[in-house]
């Protein structure tokens, strides 16, 4: 059985649970604390996973502890990582809109997202005064639970906690540095992918019981209702086990870690004309099996207290 792990609570506060429906959340601590188990931080907890599980599911048979999920903030569900490492280019139509004609990458390009940007799935996203090119992309994100490296394909699905949305997303004139020349002295991705909120995660954690290899998941977007990126995981150059390999031969990939594989085509740039994100606008991005996030854009300069997008159970899928 999937089990859907979530956080919520204030940002920066944040207590990891399990939902037992789509309406109600099971808090792991009084599950987990009186075994003497990590309870508090979801990065712990995944690294005994395999003895917190039948733990988890035995709460979950019984009805104490309860939380409303409509009466709280859902965070990221990692809120945390130790790092967030994120694919380039690993839809060749995406890529082709970025690149051009250039040779398809031969190993999977990495980059870093700051763990600042992490935010949870129904978080306002700020667009800061640098940018005037703002985008989404949405992307399969993978959470590790097991640590290693040097993993061999054959072995990366073992090393998964399971999966969740995320939207890495992107100021492109800032990625594209002074003078927008795009030369590679120039480019800027960590700063371009790093502002606060350039990375909703969730609005759950998807153990990978049902989703055993990952594909093929579909992946939507849309911008103000508006369809935008419609694209399928089995599109990836380069597929989860590859990533995963890939990734652990250059750094040890270690529990909570999270990896951003690649966004299909149809990102506000290479519409005709671009169409970037501005404030007000309304995202949301869904995952075959992994529920859907909505963002409401918002100025940072004018944040004072707006609401964010409602998270009524009602308006879920
Ligand atoms: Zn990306």
Redesign the pocket.
């Known amino acids: 059985m999937t089990m859907r792990i979530v956080s919520f609570g204030g940002p920066g506060g944040e207590q990891p649970g399990v939902l037992v429906d789509d309406h109600t959340i099971l808090p792991l601590a009084p599950v987990l604390a009186p075994f003497g188990l990590p309870a508090t931080d979801i990065t712990q907890i995944l690294a005994v996973w395999p003895t917190a599980r039948p733990l988890v599911a035995a709460a979950l048979a019984d009805p104490e502890h309860r939380i409303a999920r409509a009466a709280v903030r859902l965070g990221p569900p990692v809120p945390r990582p130790g790092k967030v490492i994120?694919?380039?280019f690993?839809y060749p139509v995406h890529s082709h809109a970025v690149l051009g004609d250039v040779p398809a990458p031969t190993e999977p390009v990495l980059f870093l997202k700051l763990p600042g940007s992490v935010c949870g799935p129904y978080d306002p996203l700020i667009r800061p005064p640098e940018t005037a090119a703002l985008d989404y992309?949405l992307?399969l994100a993978v959470v590790i639970g097991r640590a290693g490296r040097r993993i061999a394909p054959g072995d990366a699905l073992d090393h998964v906690a399971g999966y969740m949305i995320a939207n890495?997303v992107?100021a492109r004139d800032v990625v594209l540095g002074a003078g927008g020349t795009g030369s590679p002295l120039q480019m800027q991705l960590l700063r371009g992918?790093g502002f606060p909120s350039f990375c909703p995660t969730g609005p759950w954690l998807a153990t990978p019981d049902e989703l055993p290899d990952a594909e093929p998941l579909r992946l939507r977007l849309s911008v103000n209702g508006q369809a935008r990126q419609d694209g399928w995981t089995s599109d990836m150059l380069f597929d989860v086990p590859a990533l995963i390999s890939s990734v652990s031969a250059t750094t040890d990939l270690l529990p909570g870690d999270v990896i951003?594989t690649?966004?299909p085509s149809g990102c506000g740039f290479a519409l005709d004309p671009p169409a970037y994100l501005t404030d007000g606008d309304e995202i949301a991005g869904s995952i075959t099996g992994l529920g859907e996030m909505r963002q409401r854009v918002m100025d940072e300069r004018a944040v004072v207290r707006r609401p964010a997008v409602p998270t009524t159970p009602q308006e879920l899928p």
């Open positions: 994120a694919v380039g690993n992309e992307e890495d992107t992918k951003l690649g966004t």
